[in-house]
């Protein structure tokens, strides 16, 4: 018995509003467009606020213009001419005696030109980018007239929407004001105010509800922008905590529908984990003890698992993965370990054969590349069920392949599943049941965030490195004049008998190129590095290829691996004690954070170079400080969080589920460890609006947050 959720029914809010098509100026074929935008009601349009906002309201002197602002000029007109550069264009050059301004258009008809007429005055709006001789702005709004105009082209702020192609602003603005004058009298507060916090509550009696809904649509006559873009008038703040409470009620509302779900309970058998733990010729540290408990009693119990495991790059994640299978074994249940890329699953097959094949259990090997054959048989003996263990990529949960009795998903270095990842598992075990599911990261989630934004699912953390680990020593230089220095360094190195890594530039989109990079790279050290053995691996690779270099490396028959970012997760080689890393500017912190995890992993001290590119951004050498300052992967991720944003820590990639109205998980960050008390209040107050409030917020992209 899967629970999906029926659609429209226990909608019923959305019943009492009409549908977009009532509105005029808004046909069916209109109608499709809006839906994209997830825009079905007259509701939807009320709640589809702007994302920004733009003043027309006052006019800038020519002379006071600043590139990248938008804004309204008043000039007169010195000159028109079409000029023919490297593509026609219509330039117009107008001052007004503090300064002066070219229109710059490129697409123009002949009343157009002729209607820029030397003395005549215009009165524009747009954004100021710095061009050849001074400030353009390019395809402006713009009036010209004979007299001098004036005032601005707006008595208020300007609503911007966020759109879809073929929904023009003015649309926006049409159906937007059809909505708010018949639909917004009847808008609901859902929110008890009593429920709330003090330091919340100032924002929600300073503004009702319908009065936040009008002010943000059409800002009132001398709102600032600035008010407006940071969103701190009381009418953003009270929006701004309905639409987090919508958020972490869907979560919870997605976590209780998994609460009517079967999974299978797993047994577990002490003397399969015991013989396991005797084997391993290390002791689990407290930290990996307490998550496996943790993990045990979710197993146990028939409801599924979701559980999500972070632990920092080298806490020893797998180990507690191989204890959870074994729990599945034990219980003759099928589990699989899904890693995302072929080289990681691969060394996941690898440690898991070792170990594994000492207590006799067969580990299945599964990626796209898998010989046909090979596949094949792996199939036949995961749907006869002779097969409880397998290791892959996410060809393990293509549709060809069927399980037996699949129990049990653990899933390596990501946070959230994808929908579609998710929809696959549920057809993979018998009927009326879904495996349990454990998710491990390394990249942590801030706390700020978890309680609120993770609340559909239960989070361990592995908090504690195994014993003897070391702090990698990392230090940041200038490419252009260190190079040859670090060079010699890494021969000092491998003729001590370390082993580096050497990790190639990423290369935006292009793996072909990417692997190119790094072949250059290869020649160009070993040219240099007479007497050091170098490996090279890369995406482009077979896999056997990449398998045979990196078995290499591990037994030490290569001292210098030049690798692309393809070994960023998981690769575990301890007697690597050095690593250079390229272009480092390029990456992302979490990304540099798991690639210098690759050493410190043995008994010598640790060292990671980066090398940078001149120009630096601010936020290229933010990341580096970040970086050099600290080894603690909680606060990279906290770093992270401040410098990125929270949409790729939440994995909205992944889920696309998690995109905010009005809030914004950095700025409001100081909220969040409010919401989740607010709301068990509001649930056991009035637990009748919260239906209504997640569809209010979240309406139809709801359903892809429960799948
Ligand atoms: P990650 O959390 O990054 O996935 P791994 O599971 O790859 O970490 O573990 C990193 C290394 O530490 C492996 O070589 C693993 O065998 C080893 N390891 C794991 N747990 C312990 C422990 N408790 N004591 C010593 N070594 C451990
Ligand atoms: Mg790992």
């Known amino acids: 018995?899967?629970?999906?959720?029926?659609?429209?029914?226990?909608?019923?809010?959305?019943?009492?509003?009409?549908?977009?098509?009532?509105?005029?100026?808004?046909?069916?074929?209109?109608?499709?467009?809006?839906?994209?935008?997830?825009?079905?009601?007259?509701?939807?349009?009320?709640?589809?606020?702007?994302?920004?906002?733009?003043?027309?309201?006052?006019?800038?002197?020519?002379?006071?213009?600043?590139?990248?602002?938008s804004t309204v000029v008043i000039g007169q007109i010195d000159l028109a001419q079409v000029v023919f550069g490297r593509r026609r264009s219509l330039l117009v050059r107008i001052s007004d005696g503090t300064g002066s301004l070219t229109i710059r258009m490129f697409y123009f008809n002949r009343s157009q030109e002729k209607s820029f007429q030397r003395g005549l005055w215009v009165k524009c709006f747009g954004?100021?980018?710095?061009?050849?001789?001074?400030?353009?702005?390019?395809?402006?709004?713009?009036?010209?007239?004979?007299?001098?105009?004036?005032?601005?082209?707006?008595?208020?702020?300007?609503?911007?929407?966020?759109?879809?192609?073929?929904?023009?602003?003015?649309?926006?603005?049409?159906?937007?004001?059809?909505?708010?004058?018949?639909?917004?009298?009847?808008?609901?507060?859902?929110?008890?105010?009593?429920?709330?916090?003090?330091?919340?509550?100032?924002?929600?009696?300073?503004?009702?509800?319908?009065?936040?809904?009008?002010?943000?649509?059409?800002?009132?006559?001398?709102?600032?922008?600035?008010?407006?873009?940071?969103a701190t008038s009381d009418a953003h703040q009270r929006l701004i905590v309905e639409e987090l409470l919508a958020h972490h009620f869907s979560l919870r509302k997605s976590r209780a529908a998994r609460e009517h779900e079967l999974a299978p309970v797993l047994e577990f058998t002490s003397s399969i984990g015991r013989s396991f733990l005797n084997n391993l010729g290390f002791t689990l540290t407290a930290a990996q003890q307490r998550v496996c408990h943790e993990i045990g009693a979710d197993l146990s119990n028939s409801s599924p698992t979701m559980r999500l495991v972070q632990g920092d790059v080298g806490s020893g994640k797998t180990v507690v993965a191989a204890?959870?299978?074994?729990?599945?074994?034990?219980?003759?249940?099928?589990?699989?370990?899904?890693?995302?890329?072929?080289?990681?699953?691969?060394?996941?097959?690898?440690?898991?054969?070792?170990?594994?094949?000492?207590?006799?259990?067969?580990?299945?090997?599964?990626?796209?590349k898998t010989p046909a054959k090979q596949k094949r048989d792996?199939?036949?003996?995961?749907?006869?069920?002779?097969?409880?263990?397998?290791?892959?990529?996410?060809?393990?949960?293509?549709?060809?392949?069927?399980?037996?009795h699949l129990g049990l998903v653990v899933i390596d270095e990501q946070h959230r599943f994808g929908v579609e990842q998710r929809l696959a598992l549920r057809a993979k075990t018998p009927e009326g049941q879904v495996p349990h599911q454990v998710v491990m990261t390394?990249?942590?989630?801030?706390?700020?965030?978890?309680?609120?934004?993770?609340?559909?699912?239960?989070?361990?953390?592995?908090?504690?490195?195994?014993?003897?680990?070391?702090?990698?020593?990392?230090?940041?230089?200038?490419?252009?004049?260190?190079?040859m220095e670090v060079i010699q360094r890494v021969k000092a190195a491998c003729e001590s008998g370390k082993q580096v890594y050497?990790?190639?530039?990423?290369?935006?989109?292009?793996?072909?190129?990417?692997?190119?990079?790094?072949?250059?790279?290869?020649?160009?050290?070993?040219?240099?590095?007479?007497?050091?053995?170098?490996?090279?691996?890369?995406?482009?690779?077979?896999?056997?290829?990449?398998?045979?270099?990196?078995?290499?490396f591990r037994n030490g028959d290569i001292d210098l691996l030049v690798a692309t970012t393809v070994i960023?997760?998981?690769?575990?080689?301890?007697n690597a004690s050095l690593m250079i890393i390229e272009n480092a500017e390029r990456m992302g912190l979490a990304q540099l954070h798991q690639l210098r995890g690759r050493v410190g992993r043995g008994s010598e001290k640790s060292f990671c170079i980066l090398l940078y590119q001149m120009p630096l951004s601010q936020h290229a050498k933010q990341r580096l400080k970040t970086l050099r300052e600290t080894n603690d992967g909680f606060v990279i991720a906290e770093k992270d969080l401040e410098i990125r944003g929270a949409g790729e820590l939440l994995g909205?990639?992944?889920?696309?589920?998690?995109?905010?109205?009005?809030?914004?998980?950095?700025?409001?960050?100081?909220?969040?460890p409010l919401i989740d008390g607010t709301a068990t209040k509001l649930a056991s107050k009035t637990p009748q609006h919260i239906d209504a409030l997640i569809d209010r917020w979240i309406g139809s992209k709801e359903d892809y947050v429960n799948a």
């Open 378 to 404: 792996t199939l036949e003996r995961l749907s006869n069920g002779e097969l409880l263990v397998a290791v892959g990529t996410h060809a393990l949960i293509q549709p060809a392949v069927d399980y037996k």
């Open 502 to 552: 050497w990790v190639c530039p990423l290369i935006d989109e292009s793996e072909a190129l990417e692997a190119q990079a790094a072949t250059d790279t290869e020649q160009q050290l070993s040219a240099a590095l007479q007497g050091v053995k170098v490996g090279l691996v890369h995406g482009r690779l077979k896999p056997k290829e990449k398998e045979t270099v990196m078995g290499q």
């Open 1 to 69: 018995m899967t629970k999906t959720k029926a659609p429209a029914a226990g909608n019923k809010t959305k019943e009492e509003y009409a549908a977009v098509t009532s509105l005029s100026g808004v046909g069916p074929q209109m109608a499709t467009k809006l839906s994209k935008l997830h825009v079905n009601t007259v509701q939807d349009v009320l709640f589809h606020l702007p994302h920004r906002y733009e003043d027309r309201t006052s006019v800038t002197d020519l002379g006071a213009l600043l590139p990248n602002l």
């Open 652 to 672: 909205t990639r992944q889920t696309g589920s998690i995109s905010f109205k009005v809030a914004d998980l950095i700025r409001d960050q100081h909220l969040l």
């Open 323 to 368: 204890m959870a299978m074994l729990q599945a074994v034990s219980s003759g249940v099928q589990c699989v370990l899904m890693a995302p890329t072929e080289l990681l699953a691969e060394q996941h097959f690898k440690t898991l054969g070792d170990w594994f094949g000492k207590l006799g259990i067969d580990v299945g090997w599964l990626a796209s």
């Open 127 to 230: 954004e100021v980018r710095p061009g050849a001789k001074g400030y353009e702005m390019i395809h402006p709004e713009y009036r010209v007239s004979r007299d001098e105009p004036e005032g601005g082209l707006d008595s208020t702020l300007t609503p911007v929407y966020p759109t879809t192609e073929g929904v023009s602003q003015a649309l926006w603005r049409k159906i937007t004001d059809q909505a708010l004058k018949q639909s917004l009298p009847r808008i609901k507060e859902l929110v008890d105010v009593s429920c709330l916090p003090p330091e919340m509550q100032t924002a929600y009696q300073a503004s009702s509800l319908q009065a936040a809904i009008q002010a943000l649509h059409r800002p009132r006559t001398g709102v600032d922008l600035v008010s407006m873009q940071e």
């Open 568 to 574: 960023e997760v998981g690769v575990d080689v301890p």
């Open 442 to 483: 390394a990249t942590p989630i801030p706390r700020t965030l978890a309680m609120t934004f993770y609340a559909d699912l239960d989070v361990s953390s592995i908090d504690e490195l195994p014993p003897g680990r070391k702090v990698v020593e990392t230090v940041v230089m200038p490419s252009e004049t260190k190079r």
